[in-house]
């Protein structure tokens, strides 16, 4: 039997882009739309969710981009 705990820690255990992923597929939203809507490369995104952010810019622009991609799926940002 699964319990709250040990779903709870399943999640937390899973990496940051992995969440977000999980999050935009709940809510059903595909990369190209969010792409879209913030007009950031969906290739960015797609990096994200796999955690490698080794092409994203830096500072600023990159809190900035992420801030969007998670407005866009459903997140609170702040």
Do not use: C
Not at 22 to 36: F, K, N, P, S, V
Not at 42 to 53: H, I, K, S, W, Y
């Amino acid at each position: 039997m699964v319990d709250g705990a040990s779903v709870a820690r399943l999640i937390m255990n899973d990496s940051f882009g992995t969440r977000l992923r999980a999050q935009r597929e709940r809510q059903r939203i595909g990369l190209a739309a969010i792409a879209h809507s913030t007009k950031i490369n969906v290739a960015l995104f797609e990096a994200l969710e796999r955690d490698d952010v080794s092409r994203w810019p830096s500072g600023i622009f990159r809190r900035a981009f992420i801030r969007a991609y998670a407005e866009a799926v459903g997140l609170d940002s702040v």
